[in-house]
Structures are given as structure tokens and as C-alpha cells.
């Protein structure tokens, strides 16, 4: 009896401490995501700097500013975010921001990444 007992526990013991296979995670499908940008910084000097959104993805479009007056805010600057244009041409991963829009009528939540949304294709 005595040795039984000592089997199982050890059996017991050996299963709880095996070792157990890594998890894998299954990828996202392919298609188009929801997000926010992540970053804002220069995109390019052509001689000045251009600022831009930028976001994990490709292919950006149907952005909105999530700000303080939502897209109605960015009216005054280019027609609105609706017409902001995309970086570069060929991945359209960055949301170019006008300089009037940061600099002048934007103010601090303009220079806040989480304020821009997007939808991209990963």
C-alpha cells in the first residue's frame, strides 16, 4: 500500500511538472484594422520638415481625429483630416498633419498620437 501511494504521488508530481509545450499564438488574419497612431515625427525635409501620424499598417485611410472637436476641428486646415494626405505614396502608412493645423490651431492634443485614427491593412 505504502508503495503505491509513493508511485502515484510521484506520478502525480512528474505530470504537474512536466514539461509543457510553448503556446503558440495564432496570428491575425490579414485585412483591414481599426487603430490609432502610435508616433509623431518628421516624415520627410523638402527642405522643412513634414510632420505625420504615423501608424502600424499599410494602406491608410477613412481617418479621424478623436481630439477635442473630433474631425469638425480639423476644418480649418486643408479641408479637414477627411483630405490630409498619406506618406509615401506606395505603403500610406503615415497621415501627413499640416503645419498650420500642429503649429497654430491644433494646439497640445494635436501632438497626441492616440488623437488620430485610421483604418490599415496588416
Given at each position: 500500500?505504502?508503495?503505491?501511494?509513493?508511485?502515484?504521488?510521484?506520478v502525480l508530481l512528474a505530470f504537474v511538472i512536466a514539461p509543457t509545450p510553448a503556446?503558440?499564438?495564432?496570428?491575425?488574419?490579414?485585412?483591414?484594422?481599426?487603430?490609432?497612431?502610435?508616433?509623431?515625427?518628421?516624415?520627410?525635409?523638402?527642405?522643412?520638415?513634414?510632420?505625420?501620424?504615423?501608424?502600424?499598417?499599410?494602406?491608410?485611410?477613412?481617418?479621424?481625429?478623436l481630439g477635442p472637436g473630433g474631425d469638425g476641428a480639423t476644418e480649418c486646415c486643408d479641408d479637414g483630416i477627411a483630405n490630409w494626405d498619406w506618406y509615401p505614396s506606395t505603403w500610406r502608412d503615415s497621415l501627413l498633419l499640416p503645419k498650420t493645423w500642429l503649429f497654430v490651431y491644433g494646439g497640445s492634443q494635436a501632438w497626441l498620437p492616440a488623437n488620430y485614427q485610421a483604418e490599415v491593412f496588416h
Open positions: 500500500m505504502r508503495k503505491l501511494r509513493f508511485v502515484s504521488v510521484f503556446v503558440t499564438l495564432a496570428h491575425p488574419s490579414q485585412g483591414w484594422y481599426t487603430t490609432t497612431a502610435y508616433q509623431i515625427a518628421v516624415a520627410y525635409y523638402d527642405p522643412l520638415p513634414h510632420w505625420a501620424a504615423f501608424f502600424s499598417g499599410h494602406y491608410g485611410r477613412n481617418q479621424h481625429y
